[in-house]
């Protein structure tokens, strides 16, 4: 039987944060959780959205403002949630921009690239300690099928650009690096022994508030055609995301997005991704990259050097599945 959100089991007495949980899929998302019983904490760059969403909801929620455009919003974020919790089972890390009407983060960093992946990476290795001991906890990483559009080198030039803010290059690269930093976030967990699990996800296609960007002419016809045919409601879309944060059955590393229509719509399932995903090597830099410009380190994890190899080697050279 297809998976849907009935599957979703009872989670009473976990605690959950969602990013970006204000609209679309991550107030879907947290709406399940919450539907479910966990205690949610709705991270929203806007409390005043936040705190909207909350009555939307209903259930146990608490909001957190954070902006992923600003390391010291991230910083205080982080230190808020350590402040009033002991643990965390699950990290949603849903939060999106496209085509925003802003070049740079605070902090100079492409938009795309710093507010999807940096902020990301950050709130990550400032929490990871809450969770690696708790059974069962998950980080959830929600990637996109745009993530196959992220070509170039993932470099601090290609991080400090200013030509992405329509770009949809820029955007693929943000979700690439989504991709490669959870696989690599897996590796380094299974590698030190932690108890917490790192998927991604894709939702395929949803009209959303992220399809309001500034995008480039050529692409929005093919966008409103794409939304038209191919997508599906946030709630549906935001199934993948569910699926992998609450089944213990899907395993660390796994990537879920929909399963039909070329992944823009249905039921969860494994998911396909590009090849430069799985390259070992750019995940590996990918973080080390990240480090040098968040300043934050992952410093009780093992180091690389140290690591077992992990999961199924896939058929392309130097690839992990
Ligand atoms: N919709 C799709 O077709 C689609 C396809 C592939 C992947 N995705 C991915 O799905 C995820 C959710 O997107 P969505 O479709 O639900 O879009 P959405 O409706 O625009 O929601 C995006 C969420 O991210 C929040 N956000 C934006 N900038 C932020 C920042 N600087 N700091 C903190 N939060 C911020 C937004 O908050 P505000 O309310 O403050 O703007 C909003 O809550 C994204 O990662 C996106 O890339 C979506």
């Not at 959830?140 to 993530?147: C, K």
Request: with cysteine.
């Amino acid at each position: 039987m297809a998976w849907s959100q009935a599957h979703v089991p009872d989670q009473t007495g976990r605690t959950a944060l969602v990013t970006g949980a204000s609209g679309g899929i991550g107030l879907e998302t947290a709406r399940v959780l919450a539907a479910r019983g966990a205690h949610v904490l709705l991270a929203c760059r806007s409390v005043g959205r936040g705190r909207a969403a909350a009555a939307r909801i209903g259930g146990s929620t608490e909001v957190v403002r954070l902006d992923l455009a600003s390391l010291d919003s991230v910083r205080e974020a982080a230190g808020r949630v350590r402040s009033r919790h002991g643990h965390l089972d699950l990290l949603i890390n849903n939060a999106g921009v496209m085509f925003p009407s802003y070049r740079h983060t605070e902090d100079g960093f492409e938009a795309h690239f710093g507010v999807n992946h940096l902020g990301h990476f950050a709130l990550t290795g400032l929490l990871l300690d809450l969770m690696t001991a708790v059974p069962g906890s998950r980080i959830v990483t929600v990637a996109s099928l745009a993530h196959r559009a992220g070509t170039g080198s993932l470099d601090e030039d290609g991080a400090r650009s200013s030509t992405g803010r329509r770009s949809l290059t820029a955007y693929g690269r943000s979700k690439l690096a989504n991709l490669l930093f959870a696989r690599e976030l897996h590796h380094r967990l299974a590698t030190s022994g932690a108890a917490t699990a790192s998927l991604a996800a894709h939702p395929g296609l949803s009209p959303t508030g992220l399809w309001q960007g500034d995008a480039p002419r050529f692409l929005r016809p093919v966008a409103a055609a794409g939304l038209r045919w191919l997508a599906q409601p946030p709630d549906r879309a935001a199934g993948p995301a569910l699926h992998a944060a609450t089944d213990p059955h899907v395993p660390g590393g796994a990537y879920l997005g929909p399963s039909q229509l070329f992944e823009s719509r249905g039921a969860p399932a494994p998911a396909r991704s590009s090849r430069a995903s799985r390259d070992v090597a750019a995940q590996d830099r990918l973080w080390r990259l990240s480090e040098g410009l968040t300043g934050v380190r992952y410093t009780f994890l093992s180091a690389p050097a140290e690591a077992e190899p992990y999961g199924a080697v896939c058929p392309v050279t130097g690839a992990r599945g």
